[in-house]
Structures are given as C-alpha cells and as structure tokens.
C-alpha cells in the first residue's frame, strides 16, 4: 500500500504501541468515526502494511532475562554456507533475531536465555559447532534504557 496519510500513519503509532486498543479508542485518537476507523484499518491489514498482532511477553518472568548481541563472522562466503547458517539459526529457538549484514562480520544476532550458563551452551553447542563459523563476538545487554520490542 503507497501514500499512506497522516491518519493512517496514527493509526499505524497508536496500534503499534497498543494492538488491543478497541476500535472505538482508536477512532477517537486518530479523529475518525469508528466506521472509517475501522475500514481504514483493514484496508492496511489487506494490503499487508499491518502483518499481524501479537503479546508482548516479560521475558524475565519467564526466566529469559539474559540477552546478547552476537556478531558471527562466516569462514566461507558462499551462497550455501549462508544459507546452511541462516537454516541453523532458525532452528535455534535462543536466537530471537538474525540478521545478515554489510561490515565486518556477516551476522548480527539477538540472543535470549536464561542466564549466563545457558548462553555459554548456545556458544559452544550450536555456534561453535558449525563448520562456516569462524568469529564469535558476544555483546551481553546490561540494560535497555528503549527497547520499543517490550
């Protein structure tokens, strides 16, 4: 969908900081009648600029407190070798984000565990036990002042 509008790109804030919000609320908001609201809604649902809705889960409480960015560097710069990892990393359910980037290193991950002893297993049975994997580099997150995720 192009030529999203001023209200569309406030229904499109309010929602992502509140996707539970009823119509009405939202109406009111964004300076619509619940009608339009609501069609202006689903017309940005049809066209895919609002992909879904989901929880917001407190990954403390469930004893996964403990997050690190991981840069990875690949051995081997093949299509395949990328490929091979990228299937690896979806397969682990530790790594909530990853992504190929331009720089130094080839992947950026986000890594959540419970603790450091969890992350150290992550470390040394998944990614160090993959072939094109050849630099490891671990940023643990002390603290997220933003983090617009949670």
Request: proline share 3%.
């Amino acid at each position: 969908m192009s030529g999203l509008d001023d209200i569309d790109n406030k229904i499109l804030r309010t929602l992502s900081r509140d996707g539970r919000i009823s119509n009405t609320n939202l109406a009111d908001k964004v300076g619509l009648s619940p009608s339009a609201c609501l069609r202006r809604v689903q017309a940005l649902e049809k066209s895919g600029v609002i992909k879904g809705y989901r929880a917001v889960l407190d990954k403390e409480a469930m004893d996964m407190g403990f997050v690190a960015y991981v840069l990875v560097g690949l051995s081997n710069h093949s299509k395949s070798a990328q490929e091979e990892f990228e299937r690896a990393m979806q397969r682990a359910p530790e790594v909530q984000e990853c992504h190929n980037t331009a720089g130094v290193t080839e992947y950026l991950l986000r890594v959540e565990v419970s603790n450091l002893p969890a992350y150290k297993l992550f470390h040394t049975e998944i990614l160090g036990t993959l072939p094109q994997v050849s630099a490891i580099t671990t940023y643990v997150v002390m603290g997220s002042p933003k983090d617009e995720r949670r």
